[in-house]
């Protein structure tokens, strides 16, 4: 069942210096709480751009967003950098794992900057680590792991904070096809854990079929947004 919408972003553009065309262009899309929402479209339609607004990394350069039911367009890098830290996770197709810290470290990080005590930090990773079939790497280093046991490193960092919303940026796309699907498996067993809210950036049909609804973006506008089961509703 739906729930209150989380995400609220109207008539969303996006421009970068020196770029003649707007990367998003009128932009709009509501996410309601506990959904699994695939952002779907050609390289370079977007999606990344669209991904990292909805999750404050970037701001827009027009239109409104609400997060939660704060406005959220206006915030400064500091401002925008404190609602991630407590209210977003996010995973990349490359990791973006600190390569000199161990695999607990990685995942105790940022529960560090969210001010948990040593205890409640690892306590957290230990737990995160073993649920994601880690248990026996904790003192690893990222190099030493496979791409699948990175993704679920990252996995476990991404919800350590307890995020409401996690944002993955096409998760399966640096690895094979089982492992991208053990990786979308640990994906949505989190989503169902949590009262999380999933946004996936994906090319792989397969991973958006598990997805309650997909969105498809084309030179920077929503062409079509609708439920992937549609034709059983
Ligand atoms: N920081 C940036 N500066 C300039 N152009 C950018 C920047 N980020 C993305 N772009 C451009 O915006 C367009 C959309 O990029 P992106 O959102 O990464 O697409 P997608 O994730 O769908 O492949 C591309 O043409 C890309 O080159
Ligand atoms: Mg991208």
């Not at 339609?45 to 701001?59: A, V, Y």
């Not at 690892?122 to 073993?130: I, M, S, T």
């Amino acid at each position: 069942m739906s729930g209150f919408s989380i995400v609220e972003a109207r008539g969303i553009r996006k421009e970068f210096p020196n770029m003649t065309a707007p990367v998003l262009d009128d932009v709009s899309i509501t996410i309601d709480s506990g959904e699994i929402v695939a952002l779907r479209g050609p390289s370079g339609s977007g999606k990344s751009t669209l991904l990292n607004i909805i999750g404050c990394l970037d701001g827009p350069t027009r239109g409104t967003y609400s997060l939660g039911g704060r406005d959220v367009s206006t915030l400064n890098r500091r401002e925008r950098a404190w609602v991630r830290l407590h209210y977003i996770g996010f995973i990349f197709q490359s990791f973006h794992l600190i390569s000199d810290n161990t695999v607990l470290e990685n995942v105790t990080l940022p529960l560090y900057y969210a001010g948990l005590g040593r205890d409640e930090r690892e306590g957290r990773a230990v737990e995160l680590l073993e649920r994601v079939g880690l248990g026996h790497r904790m003192k690893h280093r990222p190099a030493q792991l496979s791409g699948g046991e990175k993704q679920r490193v990252a996995i476990a960092r991404a919800v350590a904070g307890r995020p409401r919303l996690l944002l993955a940026d096409e998760p399966t796309g640096a690895l094979d096809t089982k492992t991208g699907n053990e990786v979308m498996d640990l994906l949505l067993e989190v989503h169902a854990a949590g009262s999380l809210t999933l946004v996936i950036v994906t090319h792989d049909s397969e991973v958006a079929e598990f997805c309650h609804r997909q969105v498809f973006l084309r030179d920077g506008k929503v062409i079509t947004d609708g439920s992937s089961h549609a034709a059983h509703a």
